[in-house]
T-cell receptor
Framework: DAGVIQSPRHEVTEMGQEVTLRCKPI?????LFWYRQTMMRGLELLIY????????DSGMPEDRFSAKMPNASFSTLKIQPSEPRDSAVYFC?????????????FGPGTRLLVL | AQSVTQLDSQVPVFEEAPVELRCNYS??????LFWYVQYPNQGLQLLLK??????LVESINGFEAEFNKSQTSFHLRKPSVHISDTAEYFC?????????????FGQGTILTVHP
């Protein structure tokens, strides 16, 4: 079975540019999570969706970040405009909601470098 | 709200030695506890989890963790490590209520196994 798919795997961009990260969750999963990982702050939850609806976006750093999930098989995380401090590895994870016991399955991540 | 503290940021050990990675959590409600492992340049993978029942849980590759409610701990142990166990390990907690389905991760422990 295909796991969580993320694209691109690596992205290098210049400050001020728009960046779009993409995620395809595991088929049949109904929860999707976006995380950011940095050396300084560790693994942070940015936002999560349940049945395509955003449930908690309290981790989104600021208005420059936005996330959408137009259908059950696709989600995007957009940064506009990007800044050097956004450089990090961004992970998408999905799960099948089952009372809080669910295992989250992580994608390989997108390594973003903003110059 | 939940929080997770991993007491050691780095743990160096020699091959075939035992290891313990420490994790303490805080929560006002019943929790589910997880250990994830991250190999270099990869996403996180579930190692083991405690949901209910026996307080000792095991993984397929020889790791085990014991849930201790009185000490609010969920330490990870392996009696004899291999070079291939070198990775970063994350302890995480999930709870119900408004945090339903949301994982809170510790800062991670880098395990380095030396020959």
């Amino acid at each position: 079975d295909a796991g969580v798919i993320q694209s691109p795997r690596h992205e290098v961009t210049e400050m001020g540019q728009e960046v779009t990260l993409r995620c395809k969750p595991i088929s049949g999963h109904n929860s999707l999570f976006w995380y950011r990982q940095t050396m300084m702050r560790g693994l942070e939850l940015l936002i999560y969706f349940n049945n395509n609806v955003p449930i908690d976006d309290s981790g989104m750093p600021e208005d420059r970040f936005s996330a959408k999930m137009p259908n059950a098989s696709f989600s995007t995380l957009k940064i506009q405009p990007s800044e050097p401090r956004d450089s990090a590895v961004y992970f998408c994870a999905s799960s099948l909601r089952s009372g809080g016991q669910e295992t989250q399955y992580f994608g390989p991540g997108t390594r973003l470098l903003v110059l | 709200a939940q929080s997770v503290t991993q007491l050691d940021s780095q743990v160096p050990v020699f091959e075939e030695a035992p290891v313990e990675l420490r994790c303490n959590y805080s929560s006002s409600v019943s929790v589910y506890l997880f250990w994830y492992v991250q190999y270099p340049n990869q996403g996180l993978q579930l190692l083991l989890k405690y949901l209910s029942g026996s307080t000792l849980v095991e993984s397929i590759n020889g790791f085990e963790a014991e849930f201790n409610k009185s000490q609010t701990s969920f330490h990870l142990r392996k009696p004899s490590v291999h070079i291939s166990d070198t990775a970063e390990y994350f302890c995480a907690v999930s709870a119900g209520g408004t945090s339903y389905g949301k994982l809170t991760f510790g800062q991670g422990t880098i395990l380095t196994v030396h020959p």
